[in-house]
């Protein structure tokens, strides 16, 4: 069964670049989609990006597009999310998630890293 | 983009009470490709139900979920303690796959 790991807690300032890690731990990894989810404090779960292990297909949130990036290394079976100039308004909880390439539960993510707390400071 | 809104915004109940959760889409969800899940302080989400109705491995049959289109419920039969956490709905039918603002629900 997969199991999802992720980097620790950073503190950045603003302007400066991040990318945060999430290893995979299951065999099938490449047959996973993995995901990622943002919560600011005090505030709800935001879909942000989704990418495809396997061919490294990814869809991103409008509200995301263009400012992170998600990649993955299928070698050491990781996931990235990846800003290249963080803002304040970046500090929050970022979770990864996995979910099957196929059937009626992909894109429902029933496999949770511990969550990665990113603080930036003005 | 689909848009969820749910209500109601805080749920206050008693345990033992039944608990229901209500998720509506600004359009139809594909394949009723909705899903469940809990948060509490602290843990990542849980995932309780996908594709609408169908439980997630280890979820208790005291969750059930149901729907069609953009109109989508979750119920669960008799609250133990353990369930108040907030519930978000997220669809997965069309990207991007958007959450709803989330569910409170508090104990009485």
């Known amino acids: 069964e997969m199991q999802l790991v992720q980097s620790g807690a950073e503190v950045k300032k603003a302007g400066e670049s991040l990318r945060i890690s999430c290893k995979g731990s299951a065999d099938s990894f490449i047959t996973y989609w993995i995901g990622w989810v943002r919560q600011m404090p005090g505030k709800g779960l935001e879909w942000v990006a989704i990418i495809y292990a396997g061919d490294s297909r990814t869809r991103y949130s409008p509200s995301f597009q263009g400012r992170i990036t998600t990649s993955v290394d299928k070698s050491i079976t990781t996931a990235y999310l990846q800003w290249n100039s963080l803002k304040a308004s970046d500090t929050a909880m970022y979770f990864c998630a996995s979910t099957p390439g196929g059937g009626d539960s992909s894109g429902a993510f029933d496999i949770w890293g511990q969550g990665t707390v990113v603080t930036v400071s003005s | 983009e689909i848009v969820l809104t749910q209500s109601p915004g805080t749920l206050s109940l008693s345990p033992g009470e039944r608990a229901t959760l209500s998720c509506r889409a600004s359009?139809?969800?594909?394949?009723?490709?909705l899903a469940w899940y809990q948060k509490t302080p602290g843990q990542a989400p849980r995932l309780l139900m996908y594709a609408a109705s169908s439980r997630a491995t280890g979820i208790p049959d005291r969750f059930s979920g149901s729907g069609s289109g953009t109109d989508f419920t979750l119920t669960i039969s008799r609250l133990e303690p353990a369930d108040f956490a907030v519930y978000y709905c997220q669809q997965y039918g069309s990207s991007p796959y958007t959450f709803g603002q989330g569910t409170k629900l508090e104990i009485k």
């Open positions: 359009q139809s969800v594909t394949s009723n490709y």
